[in-house]
């Protein structure tokens, strides 16, 4: 039989159950989008969850975010998302406004200079996922998205479960 890429970039003859080889495939496939994508982030000394934070900040703009609100958007859950903020913050590329509603609470709002950033970002990121639309047909990544759709559910609390 022959070995599959999973098998050889995990110098595993075999795996005990095809889940546990479609999750370490999962796995693995994620973490190379990631680090593709953090190099460039890398590039303009940002990291991935800045960038993340950054592209939420923009889909609201020109209104703002609670720090909540950015965490329950992010793609990964990041454990310090105030100190991914305040680097924003320091490097110009966000600002913090005083809740008018909430003296409490602070909005997070996008700079121009954060969307100028985010604007030169745009081409290399989207270099990498021209590189999936070669692998893939339309069909197939739709196909990909439901059957990742089906994981992410587990994740999904209904509404008004707190635990």
Do not use: W
Not at 67 to 78: F, G, N, S, Y
Not at 86 to 91: F, Q
Not at 99 to 125: C, F, N, V, W, Y
Request: glycine residues 4%; charged residues 30%; hydrophobic residues 35%.
């Amino acid at each position: 039989m022959k070995q599959s890429t999973i098998h050889n970039r995990l110098k595993q003859k075999q795996f005990q159950t095809a889940t546990q080889q479609a999750m370490l495939s999962m796995l693995v496939a994620a973490d190379i989008i990631k680090r593709k994508q953090s190099e460039v982030c890398a590039s303009k000394n940002l990291t991935h969850s800045q960038y993340n934070i950054l592209r939420i900040l923009k889909g609201c703009h020109p209104d703002g975010y609670c720090r909540k609100e950015i965490i329950e958007r992010m793609l990964e859950k990041a454990p310090d998302v105030t100190r991914l903020i305040d680097g924003l913050v320091t490097d110009g590329k966000a600002e913090r406004i005083q809740s008018e509603t909430d003296k409490r609470m602070s909005l997070t709002k996008i700079t121009e200079d954060g969307i100028a950033l985010l604007d030169e970002l745009h081409q290399p990121m989207q270099e990498f996922s021209t590189e999936l639309d070669k692998l893939y047909s339309n069909k197939e990544l739709v196909e990909l998205s439901e059957l990742c759709e089906r994981i992410i559910a587990l994740d999904i609390k209904p509404e008004g479960d707190n635990q």
